[in-house]
């Protein structure tokens, strides 16, 4: 716009200074900090407290970045868990269906086995019968 003697409304006057704020803003979103001090001085903050505010907003942004990766990783590793956990449950019924085809419960031949060594640990006596004998004998 080379063009001096193009009027602008005084109506829209502060729409293209707030627009052109915003463009300006979007275009250099990063100040030297002697632009900060400047701009601080001339509203009468001092040059300590500027600088204190920088460090105190970077390490915010630090302890924010740094909660942010923990908040994934423990995300991460409690859905790898849970998935392990479902896993393990789905193998376990799996073995344990297929581990019993004579259609008993898993539980149901651990206590049998258990009985049985119980029996064969006992002292012989002439009450035990045969069948006793041979489940011994294996």
């Keep these: ?71 994934k990783l423990i995300l991460t590793s409690g859905g790898i868990g849970a998935a392990i956990a479902l896993f393990g449950f789905w193998t376990y019924n799996t073995v344990a269906s297929n581990a019993t085809p004579s259609g008993r419960s898993l539980e149901a031949n651990l206590r049998q086995l258990m009985g049985n060594l119980y029996l064969c640990n006992q002292k012989p006596s002439p009450a035990r019968n045969t069948i006793d004998k041979n489940l011994c004998n294996r």
Excluded: W
């Excluded at 080379?2 to 979007?26: C, G, M, T």
């Excluded at 001085?41 to 040059?47: D, N, R, W």
């Design 1 to 71: 716009m080379n063009n001096s003697k193009v009027r602008i409304p005084k109506e829209i006057a502060p729409d293209v200074f707030a627009l052109a704020a915003q463009l300006y803003a979007q275009e250099n979103q990063d100040y030297f900090l002697e632009e900060i001090m400047q701009a601080g001085a001339e509203v009468q903050i001092p040059p300590e407290v500027i600088q204190q505010a920088i460090q105190q907003i970077q390490a915010k942004q630090i302890r924010d970045r740094d909660r942010q990766r923990s908040l």
